[in-house]
């Protein structure tokens, strides 16, 4: 599936300078690794403390099926702030809720509240929401040539997130004794607070009353195929690497592996996740993002068949790596699909639109993850993450034939 322009827009993109661009470029990304750090804590250790805190180890994974849901629930309203205000008011009451959900877990810690801890995971969903936009605020006041570049090398950011992270966790969680995690928590805190002063110096165009009030309907612009294509293999990505993330810690643990082991692990994905980032871009300019999407459906499922053939944990960690790249492949990729969809007056609502449903996916898939596990195995939990592989990859490949289609006729 080659890469299409979009329809001619209505209204005149606003660019940037060079240095702005380079400057905001350079803040997102950063930023990106702070906030992906958050992340990274909260995926290492909401299943462990949820197992700690829950009244049923059923709900083991609750917390992070409902960081999940809190992502879903937020992306709208991040999007309307966003749409109102401009990108910086929607990213610094995003680095709020960064901070309050690590005063909130580590009061949950401390008293033994698995309520409480459940709100704060929603908050940091809710962060995570506001996080996953700075991959489309990259793309604004760049060039239409330079967007998938400049998306993918915010993206990249993340490569740090999956060191800072686990070390986190790993440095912090015996600080506050015997309140396993509390200070991770604090810490965690700091890191969004800091994340914050970062976003302040981000420079994007505001929105004008033209792209506030204009823009076609947004059932319109979701009947487009492309955008089907880009949203299901973007929900399938991301669902499918957080249902098999989520249930990995809790697995490893469960098979007799160590806290230390089950957090190298998470780091190794992290890395995996978001380390492609500094080429998938040059990728899909090369070869389209059909095909980098592709790929990277193909890496998950190969991750999955890799999960089954044992538990030792060179069989989690290469499960892992092999599903962060997967993820970064089909995400990106069915990203850049999304900057194709839409004129430049509809960006936060089409962006908000996709990563709603994208996350609202998610939050499926991290419920199925949990009681999947406690009632069954990790390896039911592989076998069935290839029912919605199989049904991304049909409806990719049913797109990339109309796209032969419509090519020679």
């Not at 060191?163 to 604090?186: C, D, I, N, R, S």
């Not at 996916?361 to 029912?387: C, E, I, K, Q, R």
Request: net charge positive; aromatic share 8%.
């Amino acid at each position: 599936m080659s890469s299409v322009a979009p329809a001619a827009p209505s209204i005149p993109v606003q660019e940037l300078s060079p240095q702005e661009q380079r400057g905001n470029i350079a803040r997102l990304t950063i930023a990106q690794a702070l906030a992906g750090a958050n992340s990274v804590v909260v995926y290492a250790t909401g299943a462990i403390v949820g197992d700690m805190l829950a009244p049923d180890k059923a709900l083991a994974t609750l917390p992070i099926s409902i960081f999940v849901v809190g992502m879903a629930a937020c992306i709208m309203p991040a999007g309307a702030i966003a749409r109102r205000h401009g990108r910086r008011a929607a990213f610094l009451a995003g680095t709020g809720c960064g901070v309050l959900v690590g005063l909130l877990a580590a009061a949950a810690v401390v008293s033994s509240s698995f309520r409480l801890f459940c709100l704060a995971t929603f908050f940091g969903g809710a962060y995570a929401a506001v996080v996953l936009s700075f991959r489309f605020a990259a793309a604004d006041g760049v060039s239409p040539a330079l967007r998938a570049r400049a998306l993918s090398f915010v993206m990249g950011g993340g490569v740090a997130a999956g060191v800072v992270g686990p070390q986190l966790v790993t440095h912090t969680m015996y600080l506050w004794q015997p309140h396993m995690f509390a200070a991770t928590f604090l810490v965690q805190a700091a890191v969004a607070a800091l994340s914050a002063l970062v976003l302040l110096g981000v420079r994007l165009p505001t929105p004008t009353p033209a792209e506030v009030a204009l823009g076609r309907p947004l059932a319109v612009i979701a009947r487009q195929p492309r955008f089907i294509t880009a949203v299901i293999c973007g929900a399938v990505s991301y669902m499918l690497m957080n249902f098999l993330m989520t249930a990995a810690p809790l697995a490893m643990h469960l098979c007799g592996h160590s806290q230390e082991n089950a957090n190298l692990g998470l780091q190794w994905h992290v890395i995996a996740m978001y380390a492609p980032s500094f080429f998938t871009g040059r990728l899909i300019v090369r070869f389209g993002a059909g095909r980098i999407v592709a790929a990277g459906l193909l890496l998950i499922g190969v991750s999955a068949a890799v999960g089954l053939t044992g538990i030792g944990i060179s069989h989690f960690w290469l499960t892992l790596v092999l599903l962060g790249i997967g993820w970064n492949f089909g995400f990106v990729g069915a990203s850049a699909l999304v900057l194709e969809c839409h004129r430049p007056e509809e960006k936060n609502r089409v962006q908000s639109l996709n990563d709603f449903v994208v996350f609202g996916t998610m939050a499926v898939g991290s419920f199925a993850s949990g009681g999947l596990l406690a009632a069954y195995d990790w390896d039911t939990v592989l076998w069935v993450s290839f029912v919605p592989l199989a049904l991304a990859v049909a409806v990719l490949g049913a797109a990339a034939r109309h796209v032969g289609q419509r090519a020679k006729s």
